[in-house]
């Protein structure tokens, strides 16, 4: 049975940090890229960011590029969504996605929320 559970997430004030966490079961975990994704209240679903499968390699939505890092340990089946300078616009449900083609699961979502 796949599995994708996210946590992490909480209030947090404007620029300050969280990291958030998926850990994934009932699929081969490092073979499929995962990608962080997010929804506002009254918005549609957005790209975070994405973490290859091979290499590492990485890839971020303009709004978040310098500021988020994703990163992965295949060892341990979670992927990693570290947040620096938070905004109030950062404010959202987060979920991870693994996708290899043409296999794709979502995680059921953490609350970020930023606030003074």
């Known amino acids: 049975q796949v599995q994708l559970v996210e946590s992490g997430g909480g209030l947090v004030q404007p620029g300050g940090s969280l990291r958030l966490s998926c850990v994934a079961s009932?699929?081969?975990?490092?073979?499929?890229?995962m990608s962080w994704y997010r929804q506002a209240a009254g918005k549609e679903r957005e790209f975070v960011a994405v973490?290859?499968?091979?290499?590492?390699?990485?890839s971020y939505a303009d709004s978040v590029k310098g500021r988020f890092t994703i990163s992965r340990d295949n060892a341990k089946n979670t992927v990693y969504l570290q947040m620096n300078s938070l905004k109030p616009t950062d404010t959202a449900v987060y979920y991870c996605?693994?996708?290899?083609?043409?296999?794709?699961?979502w995680g059921q979502g953490t609350q970020v929320t930023v606030s003074s």
């Open positions: 996605k693994a996708r290899f083609f043409p296999s794709e699961y």
């Open positions: 009932g699929f081969t975990f490092s073979t499929y890229a």
């Open positions: 973490i290859r499968s091979a290499g590492g390699i990485t």
